[in-house]
């Protein structure tokens, strides 16, 4: 059983920075694709980002929502089992909880930014941007 602990939330004006950070336990991070995606008030969980896991030793690939506009960077440190989303030039509109998420199957990378892939989510961490 994974488990996924969120932390790095908080309320922050427009145009400042967060790093969120995603901590796993309970399975082989390494191997794990792992995803941020986000839920704003009566909206649908959406696709933020993901680094993907190549099937090779430690290679991963990454993708990002057309929102994020090169505003935002995932990365991983297999060696703390934690997974970090960068988030720079925040707008209101990012306003949301966000969710790390993480899968230990493999599967097309298309199939990656759906929710559908991952088995294994967080509790979510808050992110207030004002205007």
């Known amino acids: 059983q994974v488990q996924l602990v969120e932390s790095g939330g908080g309320l922050v004006q427009a145009g400042d920075s967060l790093r969120l950070s995603c901590a796993a336990s309970?399975?082989?991070?390494?191997?794990?694709?792992m995803g941020w995606f986000r839920q704003a008030p009566g909206r649908e969980r959406e696709f933020v980002a993901t680094?993907?896991?190549?099937?090779?030793?430690?290679?991963?690939?990454?993708r990002y929502a057309d929102f994020v506009s090169d505003r935002f960077t995932i990365s991983r440190d297999n060696a703390k089992n934690t997974v970090y989303l960068q988030m720079n030039s925040l707008k209101p509109e990012d306003t949301a909880v966000y969710y790390c998420?993480?899968?230990?199957?493999?599967?097309?990378?298309?199939?990656?930014?759906?929710?559908?892939?991952?088995?294994?989510w967080g509790q979510g961490t808050q992110v207030t941007v004002s205007s």
């Open positions: 998420a993480a899968g230990l199957r493999r599967v097309p990378v298309s199939q990656w930014l759906g929710t559908a892939q991952y088995d294994y």
């Open positions: 309970g399975g082989t991070f390494s191997r794990a694709t």
């Open positions: 680094i993907i896991w190549s099937g090779y030793s430690t290679r991963y690939s990454t």
